[in-house]
């Protein structure tokens, strides 16, 4: 996936965000490991040109991989409570299933149940997977809020196995 002044453009990010982009790698033109390495940009802004760039499939990928990697600090918190997992594993059952609507659907429901639980990391991923299986617009949206919310979990150390995960998944 190569990634340029021209495509983030293309994306119409806010003003302040681009320029801050723009006064720091005008003339940047790589790929996504060498994006995900820029030193200048926020991880917020990395998630947020990765998910916009990425297929459906493979924000549903991203999406469950951001969940499984916190997944545990919710069922340690909640070990009775597999709502998050089978969201997870719904959102999985998407990827390969030839009913999408109904993967969709359960993926969706899932997370919805999901959502009343207290932890959010788990939560807001399960729920980042099921919209991704459902909706390819909304989809970067959540997954961009899936990967900031695991992050919360252990912050640095988060936010650079997500952007590894990103990684990962553009290169199949």
């Not at 453009?9 to 806010?14: A, E, F, M, Q, T």
């Not at 940009?41 to 990395?46: E, G, H």
């Not at 999901?114 to 991923?125: E, L, N, R």
């Given at each position: 996936m190569k990634i340029s002044t021209e495509i983030i453009?293309?994306?119409?990010?806010?003003l302040r965000r681009f320029n801050n982009y723009v006064?720091?790698?005008s003339d940047f033109n790589?790929?996504?490991?060498d994006?995900?390495?820029l030193e200048n940009?926020?991880?917020?802004?990395?998630i947020w040109v990765i998910t916009k760039l990425f297929t459906k499939e493979q924000n549903v990928k991203f999406a469950i991989k951001c969940a499984s990697s916190v997944l545990n600090i919710f069922e340690e918190r909640y070990p009775k409570d597999k709502r998050p997992r089978q969201a997870l594993e719904a959102a999985e059952n998407y990827l390969i299933s030839t009913d999408t609507a109904a993967a969709a659907d359960a993926a969706y429901d899932a997370a919805y149940a999901?959502?009343?639980?207290?932890?959010?990391?788990?939560?807001?991923?399960a729920y980042a997977a099921a919209y991704a299986a459902t909706y390819a617009a909304a989809a970067a949206d959540t997954v961009y809020a899936a990967a900031t919310y695991a992050a919360y979990a252990n912050p640095k150390s988060q936010q650079e196995l997500n952007l590894i995960f990103a990684v990962e998944v553009a290169n199949g």
């Open positions: 453009k293309s994306l119409n990010p806010c006064e720091h790698y790589g790929t996504l490991e994006f995900v390495m940009i926020t991880y917020l802004d990395k999901a959502t009343y639980a207290a932890t959010y990391a788990a939560a807001d991923a």
